[in-house]
């Protein structure tokens, strides 16, 4: 969407993407809830078996779209790095405090500035790096020893984000590509790559269990779809902050329903971060303004 979004749309836009929140919200209180119980990459398979059986429908009203599916390997190559960062996510958020794997998330984007660079060879600029930098420092202080000890499941954060961050990239060079072919190959393929290991340590899910780790796949979906309407709908500057009342909303969902107390480190680790991304995010939707405007 360009930055020329009216008002109305901004306003449908932000309602799109505080639904995208609210049910990410659900399915990572669900995993957080009964998610030690079972091992990471059973929950995955599960959540990728559900929305490959959602999108199934949509694919069968646009079967022409399977005859002009190319770049596979990369569409692999982004499956892999979606299975790591799913699986390592799924098991930082049933061990970690909300609040903390949330802010640990949002540094996402600041690693998105470095892998760029790296990977792509793009151009970044001295402010750019600085902001990279801050966001960092800011996950540093969120996830100090003296905050939360340096467990598997903090480094599983970590990979998380930085495998997930690899999975923007390799979507980037996907661009052009119909939305349900790259659904097709995201579902069905972590589906795929999840499905040996899943089955082969699988624990028996309990009666009980069974809605609501299904629900995951289905909220994991459905927030998705909500996403991608916001960001069709309206303007990153705004949409941009808005998104930081995640770290908010998922606070008051640790202390209400899992007794959490965010630490003052992730407090202050979470404004930085904020700030970071807040800028970046400001920065890109003013440079695409002006180049959308000159050109």
């Not at 998922?250 to 992730?266: A, D, K, M, Q, R």
Request: glycine share 10%; with cysteine; net charge positive.
């Amino acid at each position: 969407m360009s930055a020329g979004a009216t008002a109305k749309d901004n306003l449908r836009a932000g309602a799109w993407l505080l639904a995208d929140m609210g049910l990410n919200i659900w399915a990572i209180s669900i995993v957080k809830a009964l998610g030690a119980g079972y091992p990471p990459w059973q929950l995955v398979f599960l959540r990728a078996l559900v929305g490959f059986c959602l999108i199934l429908p949509w694919l069968a009203r646009q079967p022409a779209v399977l005859a002009r599916i190319d770049r596979v390997p990369l569409h692999v190559f982004r499956v892999i790095l979606s299975a790591v960062a799913l699986t390592g996510g799924f098991y930082a958020v049933a061990h970690l405090p909300l609040a903390l794997y949330m802010t640990m998330n949002f540094t996402r984007p600041v690693v998105l500035v470095a892998l760029s660079a790296v990977i792509l060879r793009e151009a970044v600029s001295g402010s750019r790096w600085l902001a990279a930098g801050l966001g960092l420092v800011g996950a540093f202080i969120a996830a100090s020893p003296g905050n939360v000890p340096w467990t598997p499941a903090l480094l599983a954060a970590l990979a998380a984000v930085l495998a997930g961050t690899g999975a923007i990239i390799v979507t980037r060079q996907l661009k052009g590509t119909p939305p349900v072919v790259m659904m097709l190959f995201y579902t069905g393929g972590l589906a795929l790559i999840t499905a040996w290991p899943a089955l082969s340590g699988w624990q028996p899910v309990a009666a009980g269990h069974w809605p609501f780790l299904l629900a995951v796949g289905v909220f994991s979906q459905a927030a998705q779809f909500c996403f991608l309407r916001a960001h069709w709908l309206g303007d990153a500057g705004f949409l941009g902050p808005l998104g930081y009342s995640s770290l908010v909303l998922s606070g008051l969902v640790g202390y209400v329903f899992f007794g959490e107390i965010p630490s003052l480190n992730t407090v202050i680790g979470a404004l930085i971060i904020v700030l970071a991304t807040g800028f970046l995010t400001l920065r890109t939707a003013r440079l695409r303004s002006h180049a959308a405007s000159g050109s």
